[in-house]
């Protein structure tokens, strides 16, 4: 069964539009972690943002906000304002395992294209 | 602080020959993965180590794949021999432990694209 679920294959946006990347997770353990990485197409992995199982609020960094439903297990990525420069492959991911040996489950990825 | 390094960027070769890729991690960063990434898929974790043990080999094929990480610093990894499903991008990544704050979060290198002809 997949952990993480991506149903949204890609996504086409105005310059400027707000836009949401869904994920789904599965676990059962009630400590984890969800991670959301860009994948620009020169390859690189790069960090967004992170939330915690037990964080009381959403996570924010600048223009990326989680929206986090720990109910529904459901860590939706919010991009505001996008730029050009968002278009790119985003994965939703999370972190399995306790101290030491702790890895990052990959959903399939949205590939995000962002229209001028 | 210098990133994750891996090399070499890009290789191409005949099936059944072999290959290998090296990484060398952030300093003082004791887990190293290697992630495989067939082109328009997730990464996919082949192997983990936390120091020069390995923790998760679990989806390594281990009939033609195989990876060390002597001293518990850079790590190795070889394909042999290759087939044609081996095609992909080999990420390595290195994380400190979780706690003091910690979240587990993965440094990636820019990773070695692998085509098998």
């Known amino acids: 069964a997949q952990k993480i679920t991506q149903t949204q294959p890609g996504m086409f946006v105005q310059e400027k539009e707000a836009v949401t990347l869904d994920c789904t997770y599965d676990t059962s353990d009630p400590s984890y972690g969800l991670f959301w990485y860009k994948q620009p197409s020169s390859g690189e992995m790069i960090f967004l943002i992170y939330?915690?199982?037990?964080?009381?609020q959403n996570a924010t960094e600048g223009r990326y906000s989680l929206n986090f439903q720990k109910a529904r297990k459901s860590a939706n990525l919010v991009i505001s304002a996008s730029q050009l420069g968002d278009s790119a492959m985003y994965f939703c991911?999370?972190?399995?395992?306790?101290?030491?040996?702790?890895?990052?489950?990959f959903g399939q990825g949205t590939r995000l294209t962002i229209n001028p | 602080e210098a990133g994750v390094a891996q090399s070499p960027r890009y290789k191409i070769i005949e099936k059944r020959q072999s290959v290998a890729f090296w990484c060398n991690p952030i300093s003082g960063h004791a887990t190293l993965y290697w992630y495989q990434q067939i082109l328009g898929q997730g990464p996919k974790l082949l192997i983990q180590?936390?120091?020069?043990?390995?923790?998760?080999d679990s989806q390594l094929p281990k009939d033609r794949f195989s990876a060390e990480r002597l001293k518990g610093v850079d790590s190795t990894l070889k394909i042999q021999p290759a087939k044609l499903e081996d095609s992909a991008v080999y990420l390595c990544?290195?994380?400190?432990?979780?706690?003091?704050?910690?979240?587990?979060?993965?440094?990636f290198g820019e990773g070695s694209r692998l085509t098998v002809l």
């Open positions: 939330q915690g199982s037990y964080d009381q």
């Open positions: 990544a290195s994380s400190l432990p979780l706690g003091a704050g910690r979240t587990g979060e993965l440094f």
């Open positions: 180590f936390q120091n020069n043990g390995v923790v998760d």
């Open positions: 991911a999370m972190r399995e395992g306790r101290w030491g040996a702790q890895k990052l489950v």
